[in-house]
């Protein structure tokens, strides 16, 4: 990056902040960016593709990322997996979950930083129309139904801590509340994680941890009684708590390089497992399966008896990770709807607030096992159309020189109608990822436990990349003009797509902002 970007006065160009300036400098950037951040953050047809000039340093999306890797919601995850398994079988079924996740993180994430593109308007691209509104869907939908939970929640918190009931009441008007970092963008999500949630999350579990380490290591042995969640479902579960499935809408203020977020993702990675193993350990030292009395015994434990502390803990980190939920879910909507004339993004996000209310009865108050379902729709239906325009970007080039420039947009009336063989491969992979969960609203899940299928969403993601390419090479022998059933858009010439080169605004840098 330059020393100093184009029309802007700050510049957090240093990828860790080292002095009260850089602070300072930090948020006069925020405050010079906050006006685009409000009217459209980069998603739009018009306005959508974040410009080099624009990216951010590796401290901000570190406090990000672990703001949605920590917090209560984690502690309940540990709760869940804590019946029937030791510690170190928790702290190893979370270490694999994390990993898988991560593996997958690091090329959304670079698919983000290389187009600095949203999820939902590469879909627009890539998918085409038709299959553009389908992803959106997925994307729109799924997330909404961690907004409801992570609501609930919150609200089970502040009951089990101050006994105040009207949970249904407070779940659903607080489910709506939470978009209101939404409404300042990419910019109000970041500040409120790395300036407020991220240092107060980090220093309790720290505490929390250790304290249990050290005082009460005797009670830590041995295998809890119940029954167990089998192994690979465990993992499965720790894949959803920790997927977002729409990296590329947060990471696309990065820096382009592959190997550039894994610091991220790892610092987030140790305070997920210090979570989900903490807990484990609350879980254990409590001697209870009461949600609430465990909450109780955490503040005594680790917070010194202080219920106004564990209040405010518990609302912001639900808030912050409600944040992430709401970002996706606006991004979708911002993809369908946000080329409209006179349309302003906080519309949308007005809109979205909706359905995190309704989405807030659904799976609290009428799915059976309502948490770990959506853990497993999200880990599945996401993540595999990432993975298919990953493999159409950076893989179809080397494989069968077709390459599809994604250095803009296009408006619907621009992109192609369908691409054929994305659609069925994102079918395919969803209703396979959704059968192998048994991840259906009818309680299917006790009837036919699905441990013998092993990691269900990683195996969902590989058969949709190699679904895809599959068809694609079908598609190359029987089609005569392969643009039509790839759904490129009308713009690109033929010239261009038969090509090895991975077309983006890095390897064709456009005008800075």
């Given at each position: 990056?330059?020393s100093?970007?184009?029309?802007?006065?700050?510049?957090?160009?240093?990828?860790?902040?080292?002095?009260?300036?850089?602070?300072?400098?930090?948020?006069?950037?925020?405050?010079?960016?906050?006006?685009e951040?409000?009217?459209?953050?980069?998603?739009t047809?018009?306005?959508?593709?974040?410009?080099?000039?624009r990216?951010?340093?590796l401290w901000h999306f570190?406090?990000?990322?672990?703001?949605?890797?920590?917090?209560?919601?984690?502690?309940f995850?540990?709760?869940?997996?804590?019946?029937?398994?030791?510690?170190?079988?928790?702290?190893?079924?979370?270490?694999?979950?994390?990993?898988?996740?991560t593996?997958?993180?690091?090329?959304?994430?670079y698919?983000?930083?290389r187009?600095g593109?949203?999820?939902?308007?590469l879909?627009?691209?890539?998918?085409?129309?038709?299959?553009?509104w389908?992803?959106?869907?997925?994307?729109?939908?799924?997330?909404?139904?961690?907004?409801?939970?992570?609501a609930?929640l919150?609200?089970?918190?502040?009951?089990?801590?101050y006994?105040w009931?009207?949970v249904?009441?407070?779940?659903?008007?607080?489910?709506?509340?939470?978009?209101l970092?939404?409404?300042?963008g990419?910019?109000?999500?970041?500040?409120f994680?790395?300036?407020?949630?991220?240092?107060?999350?980090?220093?309790?579990v720290?505490?929390?941890?250790i304290?249990?380490?050290?005082?009460?290591?005797?009670?830590?042995?041995?295998?809890?009684?119940?029954?167990?969640?089998?192994?690979?479902?465990?993992?499965?579960?720790?894949?959803?708590?920790?997927?977002?499935?729409?990296?590329?809408?947060?990471?696309?203020?990065?820096?382009?390089?592959?190997?550039?977020?894994?610091?991220?993702?790892l610092?987030a990675?140790?305070?997920?497992l210090?979570?989900t193993?903490?807990?484990?350990?609350?879980?254990q030292?409590?001697?209870?399966?009461d949600?609430?009395?465990?909450?109780?015994f955490?503040?005594?434990?680790?917070?010194?008896?202080?219920?106004?502390l564990?209040?405010?803990?518990?609302?912001?980190?639900?808030?912050?990770i409600?944040?992430?939920?709401y970002?996706?879910s606006?991004?979708?909507?911002?993809?369908?709807?946000?080329?409209?004339?006179?349309?302003?993004?906080?519309?949308t996000?007005?809109?979205?607030?909706?359905?995190?209310?309704?989405?807030?009865?659904?799976?609290?108050y009428?799915?059976?096992?309502?948490?770990?379902?959506?853990?497993?729709?999200?880990?599945?239906?996401?993540?595999?159309?990432t993975?298919i325009?990953?493999?159409?970007?950076?893989?179809?080039?080397?494989?069968?020189r077709?390459s599809?420039?994604?250095?803009?947009?296009p408006?619907w009336?621009?992109?192609?109608?369908?691409?054929?063989?994305?659609?069925?491969?994102?079918?395919?992979?969803?209703?396979?990822?959704?059968?192998?969960l048994?991840?259906?609203?009818?309680?299917?899940?006790?009837?036919?436990?699905?441990?013998?299928?092993?990691?269900v969403?990683?195996?969902?993601?590989?058969?949709?990349?190699?679904?895809?390419?599959?068809?694609?090479?079908?598609?190359?022998s029987?089609v005569?003009?392969?643009?039509?059933?790839?759904?490129?858009a009308?713009?690109?010439?033929d010239?261009?797509?038969a090509?090895?080169?991975?077309?983006?605004?890095?390897?064709?840098?456009?005008?800075?902002?």
């Amino acid at each position: 990056m330059g020393s100093r970007r184009k029309g802007l006065q700050h510049n957090p160009s240093h990828e860790v902040v080292h002095d009260v300036e850089e602070l300072r400098e930090d948020l006069e950037f925020e405050r010079e960016v906050l006006d685009e951040s409000i009217r459209h953050d980069y998603s739009t047809s018009t306005i959508g593709i974040v410009p080099l000039t624009r990216r951010r340093p590796l401290w901000h999306f570190t406090g990000l990322w672990t703001t949605f890797a920590a917090g209560f919601s984690f502690l309940f995850l540990g709760f869940e997996l804590h019946d029937g398994r030791s510690l170190a079988s928790v702290a190893l079924i979370t270490a694999l979950g994390f990993g898988f996740y991560t593996a997958y993180a690091m090329f959304g994430a670079y698919l983000g930083s290389r187009t600095g593109q949203t999820h939902g308007l590469l879909t627009r691209s890539i998918f085409g129309v038709a299959g553009s509104w389908l992803v959106s869907a997925f994307v729109l939908a799924a997330p909404l139904g961690w907004v409801g939970f992570q609501a609930g929640l919150m609200v089970q918190i502040w009951d089990g801590l101050y006994g105040w009931g009207h949970v249904l009441a407070l779940t659903l008007i607080f489910a709506g509340v939470m978009i209101l970092n939404n409404l300042l963008g990419f910019t109000g999500i970041s500040v409120f994680a790395r300036y407020l949630v991220t240092p107060l999350i980090i220093l309790w579990v720290v505490y929390l941890v250790i304290k249990a380490a050290s005082t009460d290591s005797g009670s830590l042995g041995g295998t809890p009684s119940g029954t167990a969640i089998p192994f690979w479902l465990g993992v499965t579960a720790v894949i959803g708590f920790a997927m977002w499935g729409n990296e590329p809408d947060v990471w696309r203020f990065g820096k382009p390089s592959f190997w550039w977020p894994l610091p991220a993702f790892l610092f987030a990675g140790v305070f997920f497992l210090l979570f989900t193993t903490g807990g484990w350990m609350m879980a254990q030292l409590a001697q209870s399966s009461d949600f609430g009395e465990q909450v109780k015994f955490i503040t005594h434990y680790s917070l010194f008896g202080a219920l106004w502390l564990a209040w405010i803990l518990a609302t912001l980190s639900q808030f912050a990770i409600n944040d992430g939920n709401y970002y996706e879910s606006v991004n979708a909507g911002q993809n369908l709807v946000g080329g409209w004339r006179h349309w302003r993004r906080p519309y949308t996000a007005l809109i979205v607030a909706g359905g995190g209310v309704l989405a807030a009865w659904l799976v609290n108050y009428h799915f059976l096992n309502g948490w770990f379902k959506v853990a497993g729709f999200l880990a599945v239906s996401v993540p595999c159309a990432t993975v298919i325009m990953a493999v159409d970007h950076f893989v179809l080039p080397r494989l069968f020189r077709i390459s599809r420039p994604l250095t803009r947009v296009p408006s619907w009336s621009e992109a192609g109608a369908c691409n054929v063989p994305a659609v069925i491969a994102l079918l395919a992979a969803v209703v396979f990822g959704v059968i192998g969960l048994a991840d259906l609203p009818n309680g299917w899940i006790y009837a036919s436990a699905p441990n013998g299928w092993g990691p269900v969403p990683v195996e969902a993601w590989v058969l949709a990349g190699v679904v895809y390419v599959a068809c694609v090479a079908v598609a190359r022998s029987i089609v005569p003009r392969i643009r039509t059933v790839l759904g490129f858009a009308a713009y690109v010439p033929d010239a261009d797509i038969a090509s090895a080169l991975v077309v983006d605004i890095v390897s064709v840098p456009q005008p800075s902002a």
